[in-house]
């Protein structure tokens, strides 16, 4: 809706858009703005016009859920343009934000003013779209093609004072923006308006570089948009711009959209962007939920243990402003110190701030957390050595504090099963770099009550994380899902493929790191300890022996060997890929790798065969899926959405493609399970290529659409 006032005598019309909670421009406030404006062009004692948005937010965009179903109500292109034609100079006030739609609706207006708390950006392309209601064509004629180019391609939002910089707004206000918008529009009732004001007209300041600059944007978003096609599009609309006329540029606009529209990628971005909001809205199995579970507020907090981890979930603490007791063994307490007070500075440089060095305080010994509201572990990954920790935390804190692991994958409820308070014992899995990388998640134990999740979650969210609550297992979800992934990678290349190959694909696919560079870069020491302590490496391979196959199951003992062997990966030098010695970043093919895997499967007799890329996607991937729905069979994960945002924001799985189960969805789960029985058949000794029961039951109710597993899932637990 919009609601229609006159001020001043009558004469500045003032439209307030009215749709709860970013007003946005959902059908019902596109027709309420074209009555409005048509009502205050015709009024012959309206001589301008104010436009604004109720409760201090100007407009958040288009209303995504509308994309959905078939379109109804008036366009928006057409709306925009008949307030920039009209004879009446309109002005935008801007509280807030003006996102997208809301941009795009004050690009028509003749004046914006801002007021300094305000947002403005385009953020169509991180759903896959383009600014298509004349944005691509309005905002470089008024600010030049490099930084519209920058501000489209990138969806990024500017604060008003860089908006007043840019020149996307007039003038920037610290209070009552409404009342300097109807003034400023008194000052200029009754003139005609200068056709400068009409962006539509004003020629673009192409610059003399076009080629170079356009050439230079593509190379950037080829490099860093992993073949997500929305910001080349944004980039061909830019360019139309800036050498065609305006009504050409936008017929150009159009038709790029029309490209976008409906493509699997938007589908995609658009999935994600609802996803990131559902698992906010967390549910355990018992019934609690997000709604009536209270977090408990945290003020201090300690972290145990200051190696890779721990130093990341200082600073991110600290960066959010909470007190922080940082305890470390006293060899390391100096260094460790020395590398958070660094970190710390250099963020605090970045974000031109100063930096929160009081607020973390160093200690050696646990008795200094006594006090603190939340305690997050993050020693060794030893379960001994975190068993004595919890107990000794459960002596040593004040009731109520709540006591929360970094595990990658251990048994939280045996950590919770060492103190006197099980029900305040959660995980929180953070990833690496834990300053920097957005996913949390959140682990309960059966004995975890709901408040303790609601406060790690909470705190999640004030440190600016994705947090996703989970179920305990081994591996939680995200690792527990890599395994397999893993898993097939190592056997491909006794088959014959090298890392490269398996590398190549997964980037070409768009994940941020093939499968080799990212153990490389995470350290393959890591896993094979694990592996050690859970008694899975084997007793050396002995030339010419079937090691492959332990109890029954396919085994790769590749990684363990290289491991013997003494390379860890970047952290060595040497790993999959050779690098510029040890901490070295660049990855380089080995010879000595290669003729190493040559020499282990001639040892041990395995025929090698030319290894098809869509293979090594297919078994890479469907592996992992299916992992992926064996954790919502055993509710680990409560839907989908928090599997994908867990790949998305922590695995480095391109959000244009959604996330691995959106992305099986789009595949097709009939497809999926065809491909896994297939595999499954080759190698009957791989228990994760058999295809999980909720796969199947889904493709037997017709592949529902991604939305409706959750029904699927429901019935499947009510029968176990
Ligand atoms: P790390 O080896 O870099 O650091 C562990 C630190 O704990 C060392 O500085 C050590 O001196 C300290 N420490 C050991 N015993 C202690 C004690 N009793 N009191 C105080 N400090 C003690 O290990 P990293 O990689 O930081 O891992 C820590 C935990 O985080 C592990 O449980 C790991 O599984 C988990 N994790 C690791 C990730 C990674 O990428 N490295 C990602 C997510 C979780």
């Given amino acids: 809706m919009a609601q229609y006032t006159r001020v001043s005598s009558g004469t500045v019309a003032v439209i307030t858009l009215q749709n709860p909670p970013v007003n946005a421009l959902s059908a019902a406030v596109r027709q309420g703005i074209v009555d409005t404006v048509q009502r205050a062009l015709s009024d012959s004692n309206v001589k301008s016009v104010v436009i604004c948005g109720k409760n201090g937010k100007f407009c958040g965009g288009a209303d995504i859920k509308e994309f959905a179903g078939p379109m109804s109500g008036p366009e928006l292109v057409p709306m925009i343009h008949a307030i920039e034609a009209g004879d009446k100079p309109v002005v935008a006030a801007i509280e807030g934000m003006a996102f997208g739609g809301g941009l795009e609706l004050a690009l028509g207006c003749h004046y914006r003013i801002a007021h300094s708390k305000a947002r403005l950006g385009l953020p169509e392309v991180t759903l896959g779209l383009l600014p298509a ?119 150009r606009e159009r038709e790029l959209m029309a490209t976008l529209f409906n493509s699997d990628q938007a589908r995609a971005l658009q999935y994600c962007f609802f996803a990131q909001r559902t698992v906010g809205r967390w549910r355990m199995p018992s019934g609690a939920h997000w709604d009536t579970s209270k977090p408990v507020p945290v003020r201090k907090a300690a972290v145990i243990g200051l190696g890779t981890m721990g130093r990341g979930i200082a600073v991110a603490l600290a960066q959010t402003g909470i007190s922080v007791v940082a305890v470390e ?154 395994k397999p992934y893993l898993e097939q990678a190592n056997f491909l290349l006794e088959e014959g493929a090298t890392p490269e190959l398996v590398d190549q694909v997964l980037e070409e696919f768009g994940m941020a790191m093939g499968v080799f560079r990212m153990s490389d870069l995470s350290g393959l020491d890591v896993g094979w300890r694990i592996r050690k302590q859970d008694g899975q490496t084997g007793p050396g391979v002995a030339p010419g022996q079937p090691m492959r196959v332990r109890q029954g199951r396919r085994y790769s003992p590749l990684a363990d060997l290289i491991c013997e062997q003494g390379w860890f990966g970047q952290k060595t030098g040497r790993g999959w890929y050779d690098y510029d010695g040890p901490g070295g970043r660049t990855a380089r093919s080995d010879p000595r790798l290669h003729r190493f895997l040559e020499e282990y499967r001639a040892q041990h007799g395995l025929v090698t065969r030319s290894i098809d890329p869509q293979e090594v996607l297919e078994r890479c991937f469907y592996t992992l899926i299916n992992e992926g729905f064996r954790i919502l069979e055993d509710g680990i994960a409560a839907g989908p959405e928090d599997i994908d945002a867990i790949y998305v924001f922590g695995y480095g799985w391109p959000r244009h493609r959604g996330g691995p189960m959106f992305y099986a969805s789009m595949v097709g789960l009939a497809a999926v399970l065809e491909r896994l029985e297939h595999y499954h058949q080759v190698h009957q000794d791989v228990p994760y290529l058999e295809p999980s029961s909720l796969l199947r039951r889904l493709v037997a109710n017709g592949s529902p659409p991604i939305q409706k597993w959750k029904e699927i899932i429901k019935g499947l637990h009510s029968q176990l």
């Fill in 329 to 482: 063994t006293q060899q390391q307490l100096a260094e460790a110190k020395q590398t958070v007070t660094d970190m710390l500075e250099r963020g605090a440089q970045r974000r031109g701030v100063a930096a929160p060095l009081d607020l973390v305080q160093y200690s050696p010994d646990l008795k200094a957390v006594a006090d603190v509201d939340l305690v997050i572990e993050a020693v060794f990954e030893d379960m001994t050595l975190k068993e004595k920790l919890f107990q000794q935390l459960s002596a040593v804190c004040k009731p109520g504090t709540l006591l929360c692991t970094n595990t990658s994958g251990l048994d939280v409820d045996r950590l919770a099963s060492r103190t006197s308070r099980p029900e305040l014992v959660v995980g929180m899995h953070f990833f690496a770099p834990a300053h920097v990388m957005k996913l949390l998640e959140v682990v309960y134990g059966p004995r975890s009550c709901p408040s303790a999740v609601a406060t790690a979650m909470h705190l999640g969210k004030r440190m600016g994380k994705v947090s996703v609550a989970v179920g305990n297992c081994p591996g939680f979800v995200g690792n527990r899902m890599l």
């Fill in 133 to 251: 209601a004349g944005g691509s064509q309005r905002l470089p004629r008024l600010i030049g093609v490099p930084a519209a180019l920058e501000l489209i391609t990138t969806g990024r939002h500017v604060t008003a004072a860089e908006a007043l910089k840019l020149g996307i707004v007039d003038q920037v206000v610290d209070e009552n923006t409404l009342q300097v918008a109807v003034k400023f529009a008194l000052s200029v009732a009754g003139k005609s308006v200068d056709g400068h004001r009409r962006l539509s007209t004003r020629p673009c300041p192409a610059p003399p570089d076009l080629d170079a600059l356009i050439e230079g944007a593509m190379q950037r978003v080829h490099r860093s948009s992993r073949g997500a096609v929305a910001p080349i599009a944004c980039i061909q609309a830019v360019t139309a711009a800036a050498t065609l006329p305006y009504s050409e540029g936008m017929e």
